[in-house]
């Protein structure tokens, strides 16, 4: 190491490291990285960005997927621990680790890709605010891939736990595929009495519809009691509330993540992951309506979008001349009608 590299702290100098972060926030300063070079700029340009974008959506259904159900292997697998299954993991546990994924999730890959991470949050940009049909494919595509990953890696670092309530869940003539079995480590299954599947559809209709409309009230620009820093952990709770809430009753929340993992339990554990008490239709398309009236109830009763232009977060689209017409309509007052529209008949 050079006598330059050391001496390159001064006094009140921060080094180099999470203290980037907090640049804006502190007057002292965080020492500089090293100087960005041509070679890398040179790389960067030649990513070809629907690449970035896919695996950043990838990277971030992973991010959400894995600890949720890892802190599910942990809980499920010492159900009959002597220590005691609280020592473990609760439903409690499962909220935040799945709450706490999707904020990682937002946090690292959304100034990538937009952040969806959800198949039915993709349809839903596409269907109200203008996100490309082409792009819809490749994002739903690697979420699932994401989850896929997530749901491999789990089962590859418990597989001896796993392995250990197989065997013995087949020497009592259990069955591998059912709420608390080894399958639902991966994915949801309704209790053994859940057998009106309309209760258990209901139940994802309205969770996954109060999640959407919490989403979108997160990303509207003109919410003022919502911030850039703080919108990824709210999301991230949202979630987390309706685990906890119900959990218990059988619920999905993403296509993504449940496809994807349905999969894996699919490969360990046999076709019937995906034909149990035929409740995979339900898992995996009753999100996508759900969402869509959620986020359609926040557009047609919330949303401002004049005040969307005003804040410049959206253009008006006949453009300003347009704008001005409508607001010159819209705040005339009665007597002022004819006046308006001989001034606009005029241009």
């Known amino acids: 190491m050079s006598s330059a590299d050391l001496t390159r702290l001064h006094t009140h100098d921060l080094e180099l ?3 980037e972060a ?7 300063h965080v020492v500089a990285p090293k100087p960005v070079s041509q070679r890398r700029l040179d790389f960067e340009r030649r990513r070809p960005r ?5 695996m950043a959506e990838a990277t971030g259904v992973f991010f959400y997927v894995f600890p949720g159900i890892a802190a599910v292997a942990s809980f499920t697998l010492n159900l009959a ?5 609280a020592a473990f993991g609760s439903l409690f546990q499962i909220g935040w680790a799945f709450g706490f994924g999707i904020a990682f ?14 198949p039915c949050i993709t349809i839903a940009f596409w269907f109200w605010q203008g996100f490309p049909l082409k792009k819809v494919p490749q994002y739903i595509i690697s979420q699932i891939f994401g989850a896929f990953i997530a749901g491999l890696l789990v089962m590859g670092m418990y597989w001896p736990e796993i392995q250990a309530m197989k065997e013995e869940l087949l020497a009592a003539g259990k069955p591998l595929v059912a709420n608390g079995a080894p399958a639902s480590i991966l994915c949801s299954f309704p209790n053994p009495n859940q057998t009106n599947l309309g209760f258990v559809f209901m139940t994802e209709f309205f969770v996954d519809a109060f999640l959407a409309l919490v989403i ?3 990303i509207d620009p003109t919410n003022p009691f919502i911030s850039p820093a703080s919108a990824p952990f709210v999301i991230g709770v949202a979630y987390a509330s309706m685990v906890w809430g119900f959990a218990d009753i059988t619920i999905s929340t993403n296509m993504a993540r449940d496809l994807g993992t349905r999969m894996v339990a699919a490969i360990f554990f046999g076709k019937e992951a995906f034909t149990y008490m035929t409740y995979s239709p339900i898992s995996l398309l009753v999100s996508i309506p759900a969402t869509l009236v959620g986020t359609g109830y926040y557009e047609f ?9 005003h804040k410049g977060h959206a253009e008006f689209e006949t453009g300003n001349e347009g704008l001005m017409r409508h607001l010159s309509r819209t ?11 001989k001034h606009s008949g005029k241009r």
């Open 17 to 19: 490291g999470v203290t």
């Open 22 to 28: 907090i640049q804006k926030q502190v007057s002292r």
């Open 50 to 54: 629907w690449i970035r974008e896919c």
């Open 81 to 85: 621990n002597p220590v005691g299954v």
């Open 105 to 118: 999730a937002i946090i690292c890959c959304a100034p990538t890709s937009g952040g969806h991470f959800n």
């Open 216 to 218: 979108w009230a997160c």
């Open 301 to 309: 009763l919330m949303r401002d979008s004049l005040l969307t232009i």
């Open 331 to 341: 705040t005339a007052g009665p007597g002022d009608e004819s006046d308006v529209s």
